[in-house]
């Protein structure tokens, strides 16, 4: 069985996965019941499972814990113990992180086969051409014979590898407004972010989001401290003015703010 980044089980849940689920923790050694009931009991092996291989300790069987019990490498994806020292570098309670990474991610910086996560723009793409020295002349006739590339308007989206694909074509228009038209990883940073975040090229940067979820965070680290009110309102827990800074003046059409909120009370709860 393979999962993907919208199926998770949790405590609750009951079913034949469960049984799949309570076999592989079985070969784990944890001396758990295989009775399709996801129990208390099979809820604290995961956790201890979780904990054990260095992943988010919730008891969600999702992708990445799945990846885990059938020994597929984990040391990419992310941790508690990065989520905490990501909160003390910010100053802020590592509920606020978790919040952030849930509303803001897919819960996933890698796609299944390994490839980073990415969403192309081809909005961006046209500003960047344009901030790269090409002429708007230039750029209206990429954009009549690249519409998918190279637009005014948004949209164009394929998912997932799809999207890798849209990358490749654009960079033989121009490979670095292509990657800094991309967003990246598990907190999906802009690639023309680049050099405010003190890199030395959009290679570079884009080279440590392909690395760990570790390294992403970092990345993300370095946005929020690269931007002041950014910074103040993900530690006052100013939910409407963080995500109006990070998702812009749209955020309230998705309810980014409401679903920062309720994400942080439930992971404030979590850490008691």
């Known amino acids: 069985m393979e999962l993907n980044d919208a ?11 469960i049984r799949i689920i309570q076999t592989h923790l079985r070969t784990q050694d944890y001396m758990i019941a295989v009775d399709g009931d996801f129990g208390p009991e099979t809820d604290r092996a995961v956790r201890e499972f979780q904990q054990a291989h260095r992943l988010i300790v919730d ?12 020994g597929r490498a984990t040391d990419h994806f992310l941790g508690d113990d990065d989520i905490t020292h990501a909160a003390e570098l910010l100053g802020v309670d590592p509920a606020a992180v978790y919040a952030v990474k849930e509303i803001e991610s897919r819960g996933n910086g890698f796609l299944p086969g390994g490839r980073v996560a990415i969403l192309y723009e081809r909005h961006i793409m046209r500003r960047r051409l344009l901030a790269n020295g090409f002429n708007r002349k230039e750029v209206i006739n990429l ?48 690639g023309f972010h680049w050099q405010n975040l003190g890199f ?12 760990s979820e570790a390294n992403q965070l970092g990345t993300f680290v370095r946005f929020i401290q690269a931007d002041p009110p950014l910074w103040e309102a993900l530690k006052a827990q100013d939910w409407a003015a963080f995500a109006r800074r990070y998702n812009g003046p749209g955020y309230k059409k998705n309810h980014y703010d409401t679903r920062l909120a309720e994400a ?9």
């Open 59 to 70: 008891g969600i069987v999702g992708e990445k814990t799945y990846e885990a019990l059938l």
């Open 264 to 272: 942080y009370a439930r992971h404030q709860e979590r850490a008691v």
């Open 200 to 211: 030395d090229s959009v290679e570079d940067f884009v080279a440590l989001q392909r690395t």
């Open 143 to 190: 954009s009549t014979r690249y519409p998918v590339l190279v637009n005014q308007k948004t949209g164009g989206y394929r998912g997932l590898n799809a999207e890798h694909f849209r990358l490749k074509n654009a960079q033989q228009i121009h490979s670095p407004s292509a990657l800094e038209s991309c967003s990246w990883g598990l907190f999906q940073i802009m």
């Open 7 to 17: 199926q998770h089980w949790k405590i609750g849940d009951e079913g034949p996965v």
